[in-house]
T-cell receptor
Framework: GAGVSQSPSNKVTEKGKDVELRCDPI?????LYWYRQSLGQGLEFLIY????????KSGLPSDRFSAERTGGSVSTLTIQRTQQEDSAVYLC???????????????FGAGSRLTVL | QQQVKQSPQSLIVQKGGISIINCAYE??????FPWYQQFPGKGPALLIA?????SEKKEGRFTISFNKSAKQFSLHIMDSQPGDSATYFC?????????????FGRGTSLIVHP
């Protein structure tokens, strides 16, 4: 597709349930990021994938959060045993690398809004 | 530790006025400073960016001013329009050890009144 696609756009779940959020990056973009956007907190880095390298997981807030990227394309962010404080918009972004045009630019999806009741 | 501090948190400007958003950073290894614009229900999108070897960059009504010694940079929106109403994020990036992770400020909600 032309842009970064995220699904679902909205997810309401009950406390303690697991959720999966999906990101389809722009074709050919080797770098993929997950950020969390909470009201008044800006964009909080969660995890970064770059090609075949080990992901940078330094931003994951707890071991309830995990993410994988299959085949260097689609990524899934999983939150286990959700808590109310996990309610936020989860944004995915992708970026070309190397000398490709726009190699500095992150292209964001519209996000997945998660509400934990 | 907040590596990029952004102010103000919210800003209200009249149409035709100048909107100014400020950011300060701590890490002198940052080498790229983008600004992103986010409309409700959308993801942030790159607006304009600057590197530390340049003190100013202008694109249309948007200008970044960069002060390396003070470790500060700001976004100026000239002749602000209601369509500029959005949330603006400054960011800074350091590429080290193969990582390339922008750190974002907390955002500024800009409202331009007609």
């Amino acid at each position: 597709g032309a842009g970064v696609s995220q699904s679902p756009s909205n997810k309401v779940t009950e406390k303690g349930k697991d959720v999966e959020l999906r990101c389809d990056p722009i074709s050919g973009h080797t770098a993929l990021y997950w950020y969390r956007q909470s009201l008044g907190q800006g964009l909080e880095f969660l995890i970064y994938f770059q090609g075949n390298s080990a992901p940078d997981k330094s931003g994951l807030p707890s071991d309830r959060f995990s993410a994988e990227r299959t085949g260097g394309s689609v990524s899934t962010l999983t939150i286990q045993r959700t808590q109310q404080e996990d309610s936020a918009v989860y944004l995915c972004a992708s970026r070309p690398t190397g000398t490709a045009s726009g190699a500095n630019v992150l292209t964001f999806g519209a996000g997945s809004r998660l509400t934990v009741l | 530790q907040q590596q990029v501090k952004q102010s103000p948190q919210s800003l209200i400007v009249q149409k035709g006025g100048i909107s100014i958003i400020n950011c300060a950073y701590e890490n002198t290894a940052f080498d790229y400073f983008p600004w992103y614009q986010q409309f409700p229900g959308k993801g942030p999108a790159l607006l304009i960016a600057i590197r530390p070897d340049v003190s100013e960059k202008k694109e249309g009504r948007f200008t970044i001013s960069f002060n390396k010694s003070a470790k500060q940079f700001s976004l100026h929106i000239m002749d602000s329009q209601p369509g500029d109403s959005a949330t603006y994020f400054c960011a800074a990036r350091v590429a080290s050890g193969g990582s390339y992770i922008p750190t974002f400020g907390r955002g500024t909600s800009l409202i331009v009144h007609p």
